[in-house]
């Protein structure tokens, strides 16, 4: 079916630049972008419009990490670093979605939440728990957004009701993606992700196993790197045989070629760096979580210099909020703060991280993130007057100032691959 849409258009091409097309048309056929116009073509002429605004329209947003479970918890805890926080917040929160009839309330306060939020597509991790995991898909099918889920996996160094006999977590993880291989023809958004939480919570055992899984299927891993320098030093004393964090992960399969999202990154040395390159790791950057929980402040501009693809990610609940506007700015705001300390890493502009929570998280989806010829319409309809204020403002500081001050209540609609979500 062929939409078209009229507005204030804003998008990413590339990260320099954004593309601003006042009071133009997008039109989008079968819930792909087939084209935007200043001027709408003549064969289009006597089509209604599917929506008009004096707001912006602006692709929706990608969180490229998010834990669903601690959803309940954020805000809490942030006095403390990343090992303690996970055993007295973390943990005992994720043991509660043992409980089906907690995790079906609990889960769908969070798909509500994202639901109203400018996310489109996120990479969510769920819980050690098969059906709590089941009922979280099963939430985001039914809401229309895009995600990629997958069950924890963990069996050493958690707590004891969450830490799993290898085999039952490689046996509960097939199932699961066998039950939505069945399920989930009608709807390809929700798709599976492998997600071991981190390496000290995996065996090498089980991270074999789940590397199986990957290579035999062509599945796609998510999980955690060079976060935290206690994690780090105990990653060193788990594996001194491999040369350092993101080397426990290749050594063990586990950094798939182009299907691989890791998040935090922060501590990497400049051979992890390459390895994340040659590889083409997704870097979920989480600059909220990065500070909340004193783990560091990340040289952005050394991983975009070199060419590595970065998406932003909430980190909820080591994030404390699931609006991605709040990632945009805590990213421009890092790396303002990592530019006084090293000079020669230049600060994210804003265009550059308005590109970084569209089209560059959006790459792990597709074509995602974008409204280039092709692309998935994921949007967000903004109406932005209340922002306004009287004050003559061009169409790139209209999305700025929402940016920094708007609300999720100015999201008037929202649309993944077509379908109107609100």
């Keep these: 079916m062929l939409k078209i849409y009229k507005g204030n258009i804003i998008?990413?091409?590339?990260?320099?630049?954004?593309?601003?097309?006042?009071?133009?048309?997008?039109v989008v056929l079968g819930g792909l972008v087939k084209g935007v116009y200043r001027n709408l073509p003549s064969e289009y002429e006597g089509i209604g419009l599917e929506a008009e605004t004096d707001g912006l329209i602006i692709p929706g947003l990608c969180d490229m990490h998010i834990h669903a479970p601690?959803?309940?918890n954020r805000g809490l805890g942030y006095s403390m670093e990343l090992l303690p926080w996970l055993m007295r917040y973390t943990f005992p929160a994720e043991e509660r979605f043992g409980d089906s009839a907690f995790a079906r309330e609990a889960y769908g306060m969070f798909v509500e939440d994202l639901k109203r939020s400018e996310t489109t597509r996120a990479c969510v991790f769920a819980t050690v728990h098969r059906e709590s995991t089941m009922l979280l898909v099963e939430l985001l099918r039914e809401s229309g957004l895009g995600a990629y889920v997958g069950k924890v996996n963990m069996d050493r160094n958690s707590i004891p009701s969450l830490m799993e006999a290898t085999d039952v977590s490689l046996r509960e993880t097939r199932s699961i993606i066998e039950w939505m291989a069945e399920t989930g023809r009608d709807n390809p958004l929700v798709r599976y992700i492998l997600t071991p939480r981190?390496?000290?919570c995996t065996t090498s055992e089980l991270m074999r196993g789940l590397a199986g899984i990957s290579r035999e299927l062509g599945i796609p891993v998510q999980s955690h790197l060079d976060e935290n320098r206690s994690?780090?030093?105990?990653?060193?004393?788990?594996?001194?045989?491999?040369?350092?964090?993101?080397?426990?992960?290749f050594d063990h399969g586990l950094l798939?070629?182009?299907?691989t999202v890791m998040a935090h990154c922060i501590h990497n040395t400049d051979e992890?760096?390459?390895?994340?390159?040659?590889?083409?790791?997704?870097?979920?950057?989480?600059?909220?979580?990065?500070?909340?929980?004193?783990?560091?402040?990340?040289?952005l501009r050394k991983y975009l210099d070199r060419g590595v693809r970065v998406g932003l990610g909430s980190d909820v609940a080591a994030g404390h909020s699931l609006n991605m506007?709040?990632?945009?700015?805590?990213?421009?705001e890092m790396s303002k703060l990592c530019w006084t300390l090293n000079p020669g890493l230049k600060a994210l502009s804003f265009s550059e991280a308005f590109h970084l929570a569209t089209k560059g998280g959006g790459s792990?989806?597709?074509?995602?993130?974008?409204?280039?010829?092709?692309?998935?319409?994921?949007?967000l309809i903004i109406e932005d007057s209340p922002l306004l204020e009287g004050v003559g403002l061009g169409l790139e500081e209209r999305l700025e100032r929402y940016v920094y001050t708007g609300s999720n209540s100015q999201i008037a609609r929202k649309y993944v691959c077509g379908k109107r979500i609100f």
Excluded at 11 to 26: A, C, F, M, R, W
Excluded at 325 to 332: L, Q, T
Excluded at 364 to 379: I, N
Aim: glycine share 6%; hydrophobic share 35%; charged share 25%.
């Design 70 to 72: 601690q959803w309940m």
């Design 256 to 259: 798939p070629k182009g299907q």
């Design 11 to 26: 998008y990413s091409v590339t990260p320099e630049q954004l593309t601003v097309l006042e009071d133009g048309y997008i």
């Design 198 to 200: 981190y390496v000290p």
């Design 272 to 299: 992890e760096i390459e390895m994340v390159r040659d590889q083409d790791v997704m870097v979920a950057h989480c600059p909220q979580s990065n500070a909340n929980l004193s783990s560091g402040i990340m040289p």
């Design 231 to 249: 994690e780090i030093q105990l990653v060193r004393e788990l594996h001194p045989e491999s040369r350092d964090f993101t080397s426990v992960y």
């Design 325 to 332: 506007r709040d990632h945009i700015v805590a990213a421009i």
């Design 364 to 379: 792990f989806f597709g074509k995602v993130g974008s409204f280039e010829e092709g692309y998935e319409f994921d949007a």
